[in-house]
């Protein structure tokens, strides 16, 4: 049975855009300057369009009477009221349409807008929001009806094996999703989270980071944040988010396939990320991914068999980013691809590496190697925080008369923490005895269902305060605490990622017992601190 979540604030797909109402003299001649920023101006001859490109835009629909928009839509589905044209009530789904239009309508491609087209499908409301189970089924709406790309410019934090399993098979069915990383500076949210999902952040019209763009392991790269773009009801707005960001990246994507139709969705992938612009450090980082948006490289450069290259010695190790699968090759004999990754938790290293190759290879860090191995193979790896680098190696041919025949490999890297040192407390009846004094403590939730208890003893009386900070906008706090007879308080007014903090609460003689839960039951482990203020005291008369 599908799992279905009530609407609620921390359980909803959301609209990752701040919309700017644009001036009257900027609306009466529109400047999409997103266009020169991305290059798409240096495109200068003409890109073949040999295939009909569709791209389904999963949002609050498109206002399908704007005189910019018509020539560009094809049919959609209304997944909130079925039977109805998928209208844009909210005006986000309009704004997003009129940046791929943009982009296509600059005539760089043979057909112009025939080569891309836009199949709007409203999974979202007037408010903005939308429930999971709907976002899943727009999903396998599109696939059904041979989109080749998904754009969706929402998110949310809660993790939902529904989502996954369906984007899974999106993914199977040679479909590129792309999907905005979300605007509260914190982790990456869902969709774009997921590994089969292209995400995308947002850079400043300098080309600077966004302090409100979302950045971590799963960023894929970044595109130009504000935009002038079509409106509801005709005109133009200023707009602003990873919201704008993503279209941008779908309607280059979408121009190139047409291009290259003998090309598949991870094909396309590659030559998006290996045709970026790096702005921070040498290849991918968390804050910009691999680099910002280059039209001009994503529809002329070829992509190579490893973009990762040159990493054949520990120096030039290649950050990779984390639950994101990259695609390199061992191409001659003694090749060694090095990596590096930032680990900043105690926990189990993660590292699957899946290839049609039956050349023995193995896995090397600086200090300990592993294998050989054959073919696909997973590696669990104990660590502790400090950058890790390892290098796939192929083994040594016996003869060197053997042929060697290049090793294509997909390589994905992810991280799970490990119980935290007050485990098992995860019932009142296991708590974890804390001494009763001002501390602060690190745990984790190493269970998409963990809770955590703690017990205290007040000798004396006093006022005692608690907060819970968590390490992750993915995690959202709850904390209970009550004298261990008595019936619970609940703390819960700071949304995903926000601290709990309680008033002062006045204890007496007796045993008091304290839960931290994250309510975000299905999203992967996350830490948090917790702060205990202890100030011993007698209650005045």
Same mark, same amino acid.
Request: hydrophobic content about 40%.
């Given at each position: ?34 266009? @020169? ?31 910019? +928009? ?47 087209? /836009? ?7 007037? @408010?903005?929001?939308? @429930? ?159 680099g910002m948006l280059r039209a001009d490289k994503v529809l002329t450069n070829i992509t190579t068999k490893d973009g990762y290259e040159p990493n054949d010695v520990l120096s030039f190790?290649?950050? /990779? ?13 003694? #090749?060694? #691809? ?12 993660n590292v699957s590496l899946k290839t049609k190759s039956n050349l023995r290879w193995y896995f090397v860090s600086p200090s300990k190697k592993w294998g050989p191995y054959q073919g ?15 290098? /796939? ?40 005895? +804390? ?16 809770? &955590? ?22 995690? &959202? ?52 601190? +917790? ?11």
């Open positions: 049975m599908r799992h279905h979540r009530f609407i609620h604030v921390i359980a909803i797909f959301a609209l990752l855009s701040m919309c700017v109402p644009a001036r009257a003299a900027e609306t009466q001649q529109v400047r999409p300057f997103f266009i @020169d920023q991305i290059k798409l101006n240096k495109v200068k001859t003409r890109v073949p369009a040999k295939k009909m490109i569709k791209v389904a835009l999963i949002d609050t629909g498109v206002d399908s009477t704007h005189p910019d +928009l018509t020539e560009m839509l094809i049919e959609g589905k209304n997944m909130l009221k079925p039977g109805m044209i998928p209208q844009d009530d909210n005006g986000h789904g309009t704004n997003v349409a009129g940046i791929v239009m943009e982009i296509v309508s600059k005539r760089i491609t043979d057909v112009g807008n025939n080569a891309v087209k /836009i199949m709007p499908i409203k999974a979202l409301g007037s @408010d903005g929001f939308g @429930d999971e189970d709907v976002m899943g089924d727009a999903i396998l709406y599109a696939v059904k009806n041979k989109a080749n790309i998904i754009l969706m410019s929402l998110g949310l934090y809660d993790y939902s094996r529904y989502l996954a399993d369906v984007i899974t098979y999106a993914k199977s069915q040679n479909v590129l999703m792309i999907a905005a990383s979300g605007n509260e500076g914190e982790d990456v949210m869902y969709p774009a989270a997921f590994p089969e999902v292209v995400a995308v952040g947002g850079v400043d019209e300098d080309n600077q980071i966004v302090g409100r763009s979302n950045y971590g392991g799963q960023l894929d790269l970044v595109a130009p944040w504000s935009v002038y773009t079509t409106q509801l009801n005709g005109g133009y707005t200023l707009n602003q988010g990873s919201s704008m960001a993503a279209p941008q990246v779908a309607a280059i994507a979408a121009l190139f396939w047409s291009a290259h139709p003998e090309t598949n969705a991870e094909d396309v992938r590659k030559q998006l990320i290996q045709n970026t612009e790096d702005l921070a450090d040498r290849g991918w980082d968390a804050q910009t991914g691999y190790a290649q950050r /990779i980013p984390f639950e994101k699968p990259i695609f390199a090759r061992l191409d001659r004999l003694f #090749d060694r #691809d090095w990596y590096k990754l930032l680990i900043k938790e105690k926990g189990l290293l696909s193979a997973t590696i669990l790896i104990p660590i502790t925080p400090k950058e890790m680098r390892f290098s /796939i190696q192929a083994e040594e041919m016996k003869s060197s008369s053997t042929l060697f025949k290049p090793m294509e490999y997909e390589l994905n890297a992810s991280f799970q923490v490990t119980a935290d040192n007050f485990e098992p407390n995860g019932e009142p009846e296991k708590a974890y005895t +804390l001494p009763l004094k001002t501390q602060q403590i690190n745990g984790n939730f190493h269970e998409a269902s963990d809770r &955590d208890w703690f017990e205290i003893k007040a000798e004396k009386e006093g006022l005692l305060t608690i907060q819970a900070h968590p390490f992750s906008a993915r995690s &959202d706090i709850v904390i209970l605490y009550k004298r261990k007879e008595d019936k619970a308080n609940t703390l819960d007014s700071g949304a995903a990622g926000e601290d709990e903090v309680s008033p002062p609460i006045w204890l007496s003689p007796g045993v008091y017992l304290i839960n931290v839960e994250n309510v975000l039951k299905n999203t992967p482990t996350t830490g948090y601190q +917790l702060t205990i203020t202890w100030t011993e005291k007698r209650r005045e008369s």
